[in-house]
């Protein structure tokens, strides 16, 4: 069983940045392949960034790549997302999601947290 519980969500302006942080508990923690999704209003759930179970395979959404980086701490049991260069359609509320697998996942994953809202203002 995984908990996870998101944080470092709110409001910036177009062009900041934001650190969201993803707190897990659970002693399988560092088995899990992690991954980072967002909810717009009235869009579906949409994938943003994976990160593999050892954190050295990475993937990302095309709107986000370049901007978004993705880490993750096993000590900590702490998966991060760091946001640059906001964009006002990155607005959504994101959520970390925690895989049973070990590599890159887009869909199908165990646990999910209960979201952190980021606000970008033009």
């Known amino acids: 069983q995984v908990q996870l519980v998101e944080s470092g969500g709110g409001l910036v302006q177009a062009g900041g940045s934001l650190r969201l942080s993803c707190a897990a508990s659970?002693?399988?923690?560092?088995?899990?392949?992690m991954g980072w999704f967002r909810q717009a209003p009235g869009k579906e759930r949409e994938f943003v960034a994976a990160?593999?179970?050892?954190?050295?395979?990475?993937d990302y959404a095309d709107s986000v790549k370049g901007r978004f980086s993705i880490s993750r701490d096993n000590v900590k049991n702490t998966v991060y997302l760091q946001m640059n260069s906001l964009k006002p359609e990155d607005t959504a509320v994101y959520y970390c999601?925690?895989?049973?697998?070990?590599?890159?996942?887009?869909?199908?994953?165990?646990?999910w947290g209960q979201g952190t809202q980021v606000t970008v203002s033009s």
């Open positions: 990160i593999s179970w050892s954190g050295f395979t990475t």
């Open positions: 999601a925690a895989h049973s697998g070990n590599g890159i996942y887009y869909s199908q994953h165990d646990y």
């Open positions: 659970g002693r399988t923690f560092s088995r899990n392949a």
